[in-house]
């Protein structure tokens, strides 16, 4: 049976800093994020980021330039 984890996406659209929501999100108790950035975020630093906070990046909203970059380590 598989293990169900609930999901929040996350963007780059907030007051605060993304990596900031990221912890934060991390904090209240989430393990798997989506991201939902446009086009210039830093893929790869809010990746690591979440991995950094325990966090989990299900999936990555497209179309996002240079989206693959989100396996870069």
């Keep these: 049976m598989w293990k169900q984890k609930v ?13 900031d929501v990221i ?12 991201l939902a950035c446009s086009n210039g975020a ?13 966090l ?3 999936s990555l909203h497209a179309p996002i330039t240079n989206a693959a970059n989100m396996w870069d380590r």
């Excluded at 904090?27 to 994020?33: P, Q, S, T």
């Excluded at 830093?42 to 325990?54: E, M, S």
């Design 7 to 19: 999901s929040v996406s996350v963007g780059n659209g907030y007051v605060l800093p993304t990596e």
């Design 23 to 34: 912890a934060l999100v991390g904090k209240i108790g989430f393990e798997v994020i989506s």
């Design 42 to 54: 830093d893929i790869p630093k809010l990746v690591n980021t979440a991995n950094n906070c325990g």
């Design 56 to 58: 989990t990046v299900q």
